[in-house]
């Protein structure tokens, strides 16, 4: 498994290697304490409550794509606009299709490496 983000650019590879590992545990490393998660538009979460809501994405048992658009970064911050997907069947048979494009901020953290901020999946899409 991937160690977390040298660059800015990488935050997205790691945590899709992470997501698509399965691992919850892992996927939060991929977060600064106290990072925002918004798992739907116009509610975001932190904590405990953005750790669950992460799983429930995790929980699909999906791969997720990534692409990344743009890495806009000044300093120890950086904007990451993602396009993204997850597409498959669910483990309960059912067809998922779930596809965004994120706005997320990044930050280096003093160990030098580089986590989520803000992980806002569905960017501007309206709630």
């Given at each position: 498994?991937?160690?977390?983000?040298?660059?800015?650019?990488d935050?997205?590879?790691?945590?899709?290697e992470?997501?698509?590992?399965?691992?919850?545990?892992?996927?939060?490393?991929?977060?600064?304490?106290?990072?925002?998660?918004v798992?739907?538009?116009?509610s975001?979460?932190?904590?405990?409550?953005a750790?669950?809501?992460?799983?429930?994405?995790?929980?699909?048992g999906?791969?997720?794509?990534?692409?990344?658009?743009?890495?806009?970064?000044?300093?120890d911050?950086?904007?990451?606009?993602v396009?993204?997907?997850?597409?498959?069947?669910?483990r309960?048979?059912r067809?998922?299709?779930?596809?965004?494009t994120?706005?997320?901020?990044?930050?280096r953290?003093?160990?030098?490496r580089?986590?989520?901020?803000?992980?806002?999946?569905?960017?501007?899409?309206a709630?």
């Amino acid at each position: 498994m991937r160690r977390l983000a040298e660059r800015p650019e990488d935050v997205p590879m790691v945590f899709a290697e992470r997501f698509n590992s399965g691992d919850l545990e892992a996927v939060a490393e991929v977060y600064e304490t106290g990072a925002v998660f918004v798992p739907e538009p116009g509610s975001p979460l932190t904590g405990t409550q953005a750790h669950a809501a992460n799983g429930r994405f995790v929980g699909l048992g999906l791969p997720i794509t990534v692409r990344p658009r743009h890495v806009y970064s000044t300093g120890d911050i950086a904007l990451l606009i993602v396009d993204w997907v997850i597409d498959g069947t669910d483990r309960d048979g059912r067809p998922v299709h779930i596809e965004g494009t994120a706005t997320d901020v990044a930050r280096r953290g003093q160990d030098g490496r580089w986590r989520y901020v803000i992980d806002n999946p569905f960017g501007v899409r309206a709630a």
